[in-house]
């Protein structure tokens, strides 16, 4: 069996629905990038995600849900003195901001029987973090982390990483840009949005986000850009792929997440780069044409 593999954070979302009511959902950027990789995946695919869960009522519905959606959670550890992570979504028109109440969510937690974790990374063809599941542990953990995937990931499999540069969950702009790129240097594959990298690298272009990458190591960079061409950096050699536009857009929230899903799914399938950027523009489209962060699976297997 082949197993991708996806460490990180799942929150509760809130989000309006009438006048003083509230829909509740689960979702969080790599929780989000296994959904549609699952989407994508046979059977023949083991798809597991590694976070802290507390034991209240709330983390049992919510590891409900994710393992329901064909999720494995089994090497998460329980940390029973703490509750899952919270946001909710407020809508101003077409405007929409967030309220997080993550701080002390036990996912911080983790690394918390880490050698669980290296078990299950050794048995994993792909194995995916973000720079938010790096900005939610302490720093002793974060290294132990970064050093854990670096001694335990398989020489022929896959380390992922999305730089996913959220600037208010990172208390030290050096120290964030410090550990993205430790962790780009461990990796094989790094997917940034060149919308952050611009900001927080000062990158001129997509071409100099992907170069700066590669310096690092990185022998697949798949450059992100909104409506705008999908730029990848593959074993040296450039390739720029147009997005088709679609109508009925009305929520990017989870675009990339759906991306990168897209994206891992196609890629463990066929290792056509060119094919699963094709397959990751076209989840993203879709996942733009919903409300929230999920598409439900009966919408998106084609
Ligand atoms: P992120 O959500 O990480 O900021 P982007 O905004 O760059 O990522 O979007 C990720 C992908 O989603 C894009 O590469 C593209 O394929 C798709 N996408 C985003 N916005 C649109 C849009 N308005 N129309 C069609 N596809 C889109």
């Given at each position: 069996?082949?197993t991708?593999?996806?460490?990180?954070?799942?929150?509760v979302e809130?989000?309006?629905r009438?006048?003083g009511?509230?829909d509740?959902?689960?979702?969080?950027d790599v929780f989000n990038?296994?959904?549609?990789?699952?989407?994508a995946?046979g059977s023949?695919w083991?798809?597991?995600?590694?976070?802290?869960?507390?034991?209240?009522?709330?983390?049992?519905?919510?590891?409900?849900f994710?393992?329901n959606a064909?999720i494995?959670?089994a090497s998460?550890?329980?940390?029973?003195?703490?509750?899952?992570?919270?946001?909710?979504?407020?809508?101003d028109g077409?405007?929409?901001s967030?309220?997080?109440?993550?701080?002390?969510?036990a996912a911080?937690k983790?690394?918390?029987?880490?050698?669980?974790l290296w078990?299950?990374?050794r048995e994993?063809d792909?194995?995916?973090?973000?720079?938010?599941?790096?900005a939610?542990?302490s720093?002793?953990?974060?290294?132990?982390?970064?050093n854990?995937?670096r001694?335990?990931t398989?020489?022929?499999a896959?380390l992922?990483?999305?730089?996913?540069?959220?600037?208010?969950?990172w208390?030290?702009m050096d120290?964030?840009?410090?550990?993205?790129?430790?962790?780009?240097s461990?990796s094989?594959i790094?997917?940034?949005?060149?919308e952050?990298?611009?900001v927080?690298?000062?990158?001129?272009t997509?071409?100099?986000?992907?170069?700066?990458y590669?310096?690092?190591?990185a022998?697949?960079?798949?450059?992100?850009?909104?409506?705008?061409?999908t730029?990848?950096?593959?074993d040296g050699e450039f390739?720029l792929?147009p997005?088709?536009?679609v109508?009925?857009?009305?929520?990017?929230t989870a675009?990339?997440?759906?991306f990168?899903g897209g994206y891992?799914?196609e890629l463990?399938?066929?290792?056509?780069?060119?094919?699963?950027?094709?397959?990751a523009?076209s989840?993203?489209?879709?996942?733009?044409?919903?409300?929230?962060?999920?598409?439900?699976?009966?919408?998106?297997?084609s």
């Amino acid at each position: 069996m082949s197993t991708i593999l996806g460490i990180g954070e799942c929150m509760v979302e809130l989000s309006p629905r009438n006048e003083g009511q509230l829909d509740k959902s689960f979702a969080g950027d790599v929780f989000n990038t296994l959904w549609y990789a699952r989407a994508a995946l046979g059977s023949e695919w083991n798809v597991a995600f590694h976070s802290g869960f507390g034991n209240d009522a709330m983390s049992i519905k919510m590891k409900e849900f994710i393992e329901n959606a064909g999720i494995s959670c089994a090497s998460s550890p329980i940390i029973s003195d703490r509750v899952p992570g919270l946001y909710m979504i407020h809508l101003d028109g077409a405007e929409r901001s967030f309220s997080y109440w993550r701080d002390t969510s036990a996912a911080r937690k983790l690394m918390q029987d880490a050698e669980t974790l290296w078990a299950k990374v050794r048995e994993s063809d792909l194995v995916f973090l973000s720079g938010i599941t790096l900005a939610i542990l302490s720093d002793t953990d974060c290294e132990r982390l970064l050093n854990g995937l670096r001694d335990n990931t398989r020489p022929n499999a896959k380390l992922a990483f999305d730089p996913n540069i959220r600037p208010r969950l990172w208390n030290d702009m050096d120290r964030m840009r410090t550990v993205i790129s430790k962790a780009a240097s461990i990796s094989n594959i790094v997917m940034p949005s060149f919308e952050d990298e611009q900001v927080w690298f000062g990158d001129a272009t997509p071409e100099d986000t992907a170069k700066r990458y590669q310096a690092l190591g990185a022998t697949q960079i798949i450059v992100k850009n909104g409506e705008d061409a999908t730029l990848v950096l593959h074993d040296g050699e450039f390739s720029l792929h147009p997005v088709t536009p679609v109508s009925g857009v009305v929520d990017t929230t989870a675009a990339g997440d759906s991306f990168n899903g897209g994206y891992f799914a196609e890629l463990l399938q066929t290792d056509d780069v060119a094919q699963a950027i094709k397959s990751a523009q076209s989840c993203a489209g879709t996942c733009v044409c919903f409300n929230g962060a999920l598409v439900p699976f009966e919408r998106l297997t084609s």
